[in-house]
């Protein structure tokens, strides 16, 4: 089939990849045109596990197309997919700016008959405006061409988006035309071999499930970040209760590891975006505000740890920081609890050194010239001379690393561990200082049997 994809970022590009993946001919359109000339130089301009070689094998087989040529993409495909940004506005709203353009253009350049998908996550009733849009410019140019807008919300996870995309848990169609809802199934068919995955069901609910989504998983981050902090309070340790209440199936273990926030482009706007729309429709969304102010607090526990073991005192500190992007297995900082960490330090007089396997250049990029930063190439590298560990990020490469070393390098052994990856009894037994998320006084003498997290690879937020 004829797809036609507006916006390269993580979705659109994926999604473009995928689609063309399974045979279907496939022409990513951004306005970005640096993006696009590094695309088409066999550039990927994120890191993504295993895209750069569905990219390049599709774009070698002809399959999978770059342009900034809006006329040929409209042209292009019968289905046109919408995967542009929708970032947060002033208000917390989400900003409908890029995904209304997409629709002037279509409505600008379209001859015939066109499926519109919009993968992009949008509050409710986006779809309407949408079809208003394409109307509009339709109506400007005189022409009268049949068109259907589909709400497609995406779910795939940065740094699982591939195996997300092929293999997905559920294809949500949001449509009231059956013949349309029967299209998108049939493109939808190869990646939907073992059992049916699609759920259909009408445009507003499908962009409501987007939200409810987002909304339910940044709700368990929260719910266990105040328990893990209630357990600070309590001298209890929240890795033990997380197992004792993961294991009733009705709540179950996933998704409940307590940390240092959650980031990144997705839960922080996707939750204060419906809570604005449901204040918006009248609605005061209690649970929704807490959820957010929770996970505002969050960001800060590490930084707190930091001025409770300094006195308050951290000018003059030099700090080594484990980990940059929102979450392992990619490089996207947006919201990154990292950076509200640094910028704290940086208020508060220190200095870090930071490490990240593959965030780094988008760090540099976010703080250039950056008083207090030093980027370096190795973790044991960023020791030197730093008087902490703060550890931000749960990158595989930091889960089991050479205590001796780190103990030795490190100007005081002393490690914040905002992921709570290592095991405090046999850090305090090597006789190192250790402060980790909701486990009491991780450093006291105690014989708890402690224990380190086992945690499923394939799920952290
Ligand atoms: N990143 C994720 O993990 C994820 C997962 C599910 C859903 N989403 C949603 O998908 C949407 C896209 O997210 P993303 O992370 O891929 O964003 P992104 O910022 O990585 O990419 C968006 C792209 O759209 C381009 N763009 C902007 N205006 C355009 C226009 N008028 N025409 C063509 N291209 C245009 C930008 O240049 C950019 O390359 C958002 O609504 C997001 O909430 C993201």
Redesign the pocket.
């Known amino acids: 089939m004829r797809i036609t994809i507006?916006?390269?970022?993580?979705?659109?590009l994926v999604t473009g990849a995928c689609m063309a993946e399974m045979g279907n001919n496939v022409v990513c359109?951004?306005?970005?045109e640096a993006?696009i000339n590094r695309l088409n130089a066999g550039e990927l301009p994120?890191y993504e596990p295993g895209l750069e070689a569905y990219v390049a094998r599709n774009m070698e087989s002809g399959r999978l197309v770059f342009t900034t040529d809006v006329k040929k993409a409209v042209d292009h495909g019968l289905f046109q997919f919408v995967?542009?940004?929708?970032p947060p506005d002033e208000d917390g709203s989400a900003d409908l700016k890029?995904v209304l353009?997409?629709a002037r253009?279509i409505g600008e350049h379209m001859d015939e008959y066109r499926i519109v998908v919009n993968?992009?996550?949008?509050p409710v009733g986006t779809a309407d405006k949408v079809g208003a849009e394409i109307r509009k410019a339709l109506k400007a140019r005189g022409k009268s061409v049949e068109f259907d807008v589909v709400a497609n919300?995406?779910?795939?996870?940065?740094g699982a988006?591939i195996s997300d995309f092929m293999k997905p848990d559920r294809i949500i169609i949001g449509t009231d035309n059956p013949r349309t809802a029967e299209l998108l199934k049939s493109l939808y068919e190869p990646f939907n071999r073992n059992h049916d995955r699609v759920i259909c069901m009408d445009v507003r609910s499908a962009e409501l499930t987007?939200y409810a989504a987002n909304a339910m998983l940044a709700t368990k981050i929260s719910f266990i970040n105040e328990l893990a902090n209630l357990a600070e309070h309590f001298g209890a340790d929240i890795e033990k209760v997380r197992l004792g209440i993961g294991s009733d199936p009705r709540i179950g273990y996933h998704f409940i590891y307590p940390g240092a926030g959650y980031g990144?482009?997705?839960f922080p706007?996707?939750v204060r975006a419906l809570a604005k729309s449901a204040a918006d429709s009248g609605y005061d969304a209690v649970l929704l505000n807490a959820v957010e102010d929770v996970n505002v607090r969050q960001k800060l526990r590490i930084f707190e740890k930091l001025l409770d073991h300094y006195d308050g005192e951290l000018k003059g500190k030099t700090i080594a920081l484990w980990g940059l992007s929102f979450k392992p297995r990619t490089d996207?900082m947006r919201e990154a609890p990292s950076r509200v960490i640094m910028e704290a330090l940086w208020d508060a007089g220190a200095s870090v050194r930071a490490y990240d396997p593959e965030a780094m250049e988008e760090t540099a990029r976010i703080y250039p010239d950056q008083k207090g930063l030093e980027l370096c190439e190795t973790a044991y590298g960023a020791l030197e001379g730093c008087d902490a560990l703060v550890i931000i990020t749960e990158w595989q490469e930091f889960r089991s690393p050479d205590l001796d070393l780190l103990k030795t390098t490190l100007t005081e052994p002393v490690i914040f561990d905002g992921r709570n990856l290592y095991d405090p009894g046999l850090l305090h037994t090597m006789g190192i200082t250790y402060y980790a998320i909701g486990r009491g006084n991780a450093d006291a003498d105690s014989n708890l049997p402690y224990g380190r997290r086992k945690m499923d690879n394939a799920e952290t937020e």
């Open positions: 507006f916006g390269s970022g993580y979705v659109g359109y951004d306005i970005d993006k994120i995967a542009v940004g929708t890029h353009a997409v253009s993968k992009s996550t949008v919300p995406e779910f795939l996870k940065e988006a987007k990144g482009s997705c706007k996707d996207d």
